[in-house]
């Protein structure tokens, strides 16, 4: 009888076993889930950091490399062909300055990202490759699901662009 009843016991004890295994393997399967997400959120905004410093680097590598108007030529007025880039909320416009012609490159941004432009929202650079207007900003690139993952770009007057890689 005693064999019996010790039977039972570990028939009762194998189903409370599988039912703290499975408990155990969804806190892991969430917890797998929540950080896949945080590295697929640090993906996508090091990748639009990266496009979007690489547009400003090659707007103001053009602005090097700009032509002069040869009818302004004897008058020593400087016009040159150079880029601009203007900045939206969802997406940023590579153009030729003065507004000639369309947009060569447009942007748009992916759809889990926000942008925060601060003291930045047209941008272009002389031909010694500092920002024209003596305009300098910052723009806050971030993940709109999660507020504290952020890449802050800073545009100084030199020129300069860097990033910001800390959590804010």
């Known amino acids: 009888m005693d064999e019996l009843v010790k039977g039972l016991d570990e028939k009762g004890f194998s189903f409370l076993e599988t039912i703290f295994a499975v408990s155990v393997l969804a806190v892991l399967?969430?917890?797998?889930?929540?950080?896949?997400?945080?590295?697929?959120?640090?993906?996508?905004?090091?990748?639009?950091?990266?496009?979007?410093?690489?547009?400003?680097?090659?707007?103001?590598q053009m602005s090097r490399t700009a032509t002069y108007d040869s009818s302004n030529f004897p008058s020593m007025e400087k016009s040159p062909q150079a880029v601009d880039?203007?900045?939206?909320?969802?997406?940023?416009?590579?153009?030729?300055?003065?507004?000639?012609?369309?947009?060569?490159?447009?942007?748009?941004?992916?759809?889990?990202?926000?942008?925060?432009?601060?003291?930045?929202?047209?941008?272009?650079?002389?031909?010694?490759?500092?920002?024209?207007?003596?305009?300098m900003g910052n723009l806050l690139l971030f993940s709109s699901n999660r507020g504290s993952i952020a890449r802050k770009i800073i545009v100084d007057k030199a020129g300069r662009v860097r990033v910001d890689r800390r959590k804010i």
């Open 29 to 60: 399967g969430s917890a797998a889930v929540f950080h896949g997400s945080s590295i697929y959120r640090n993906t996508i905004l090091s990748y639009e950091t990266a496009i979007f410093v690489s547009d400003m680097k090659l707007i103001q």
């Open 85 to 135: 880039m203007t900045l939206y909320s969802g997406c940023y416009y590579l153009k030729r300055s003065g507004g000639y012609g369309n947009a060569f490159r447009k942007h748009y941004y992916s759809p889990d990202i926000g942008v925060t432009p601060t003291g930045l929202d047209y941008l272009s650079f002389y031909p010694n490759g500092n920002t024209r207007y003596g305009r």
